[in-house]
């Protein structure tokens, strides 16, 4: 469920509406919805989500493959690890070209 942070989400819906690329920062205590947030907003919207676990680089490098990997084909069971986070990282500015859901 979804409530109480409908301003937040219209902030974050017109900043996005404007077609270029933008750093929005979210902060906040535990437990206040954060994530609902994130979630909320990227329904229906071309998105990589990823959020950094508490574990290794290795770890955090993996899941970022695989949502990456998600993106691209949903059906698929398998992600390919990238080798660094810059290569990752290339990969997602490459989609991002690619698909012009960012500049």
Do not use: D
């Not at 937040?8 to 609902?36: P, Q, S």
């Not at 680089?57 to 069971?77: D, F, G, R, V």
């Amino acid at each position: 469920m979804f409530y109480c942070r409908e301003e937040e989400l219209g902030t974050m819906n017109k900043h996005y509406e404007k077609g270029r690329f933008e750093c929005i920062i979210i902060y906040g205590r535990r437990r206040v919805g954060k994530t609902a947030l994130n979630n909320e907003f990227c329904k229906g919207k071309p998105t990589i989500y990823f959020s950094a676990l508490n574990a290794s680089a290795q770890e955090n490098l993996e899941a970022l493959s695989k949502a990456i990997a998600i993106y691209q084909n949903p059906e698929k069971n398998y992600a390919l690890v990238y080798q660094s986070f810059v290569e990752a990282l290339e990969e997602v500015t490459r989609l991002a070209r690619e698909n012009v859901w960012c500049l």
